[in-house]
């Protein structure tokens, strides 16, 4: 019979070392959450590691993986078990998959939202006009013997070239704000059940689980932060929200776990909302703005060799991620 008055299990229930876990968790969780996300920033500047570079292109498709398997694994099931409680009301809790119905309408507003601001962002800037090609029939220039049509296409490509790095950037700025509010919203989820917790054999692999998928979530958004060019102190500013979200969640567990009630249908129900939602977002930008942006692109494209290396990378990072949830 499941407790649904919320007391926590005293059985190995260990405070002093899980507050000492806690803190540990804190301080190793930003630390990861940073380099994650500075590597890609603090990339542009290196050649090895550029964003638009091969060696790179790998990091981002294992991040990818993380990403979704996270959304799909981690999240999923959680917001699933806690909306599926029988502590929770029969009517409406047991009468419908709120879960999946939750995470669709969560994919589909992040659809909504990367579409009508990417739009924005390319009518703000001019990026919907297509330059003309000059006629065949226009005259040779005289003056160094190049037909004044070949001179006109070559302007032409050169600005649709700088259109299309423009809309590229344009797409970046939309995907690195939508992927940062999925990331921030279970953050602070999860960093706020690791705090309320004091079981030390809950914390272990708790903090493991989200070292590891913070650091690669940090990477996969510093990519699209670094594609989107900001101006420094933005990225900075983005970077620093997202690497602090998770310790200030455990933070907040840590000052209401005296009074928390896990299995209380408020907190199932906050939980359980807000997980289901940011699995959509997660899932949605996994799919449609790391894995087929990047997979579809011409650089994957044209080089099979790559294209291989990047399913690897990928397939590698969803399992691994998925394969913690057999201790976390």
């Excluded at 979200?245 to 209401?256: K, M, R």
Aim: a negative charge.
């Amino acid at each position: 019979m499941e407790d649904c008055g919320g007391e926590p299990d005293v059985n190995g229930v260990n405070k002093d070392l899980a507050l000492r876990l806690k803190g540990g968790a804190i301080a190793v969780i930003f630390v990861a959450s940073s380099l994650g996300v500075a590597i890609p920033i603090v990339g542009k500047k290196l050649k090895w590691l550029q964003v638009n570079g091969n060696s790179f292109l790998i990091a981002k498709s294992f991040a990818a993986g993380v990403v979704l398997a996270t959304g799909f694994v981690h999240i999923l099931g959680d917001a699933s078990e806690r909306l599926t409680s029988p502590c929770l009301a029969e009517m409406p809790w047991g009468k419908f998959p709120w879960t999946g119905f939750i995470a669709m309408m969560s994919v589909l507003i992040a659809l909504a939202v990367d579409v009508l601001s990417t739009g924005f962002f390319q009518r703000k800037y001019g990026l919907n006009s297509h330059s003309h090609i000059a006629d065949d029939s226009t005259i040779s220039s005289p003056s160094n013997g190049i037909p004044v049509d070949e001179e006109k296409n070559v302007v032409a490509t050169l600005t649709d070239q700088e259109k299309e790095a423009e809309r590229l950037k344009a797409r970046y700025v939309v995907i690195s704000q939508v992927l940062e509010l999925g990331i921030i919203t279970h953050s602070v989820i999860i960093g706020m059940s690791l705090g309320v917790s004091d079981s030390p054999t809950t914390i272990r692999p708790l903090f493991a689980a989200l070292v590891f998928h913070q650091f690669f979530e940090g990477i996969a958004l510093g990519g699209c932060i670094a594609q989107a060019g900001y101006k420094s102190l933005s990225s900075v500013i983005m970077a620093c929200f997202f690497a602090a979200t998770t310790p200030i969640g455990i933070a907040l567990g840590i000052g209401i776990s005296s009074g928390y009630k896990e299995n209380s249908p408020t907190s199932l129900i906050t939980q359980g909302v807000f997980d289901s939602a940011a699995a959509g977002i997660l899932i949605y930008m996994a799919l449609v703005d790391l894995i087929a942006h990047e997979f579809f692109g011409a650089a994957m494209m044209a080089n099979t060799r790559l294209q291989a290396i990047c399913f690897f990378s990928l397939f590698s990072g969803a399992v691994a991620m998925a394969s913690l949830a057999i201790w976390a």
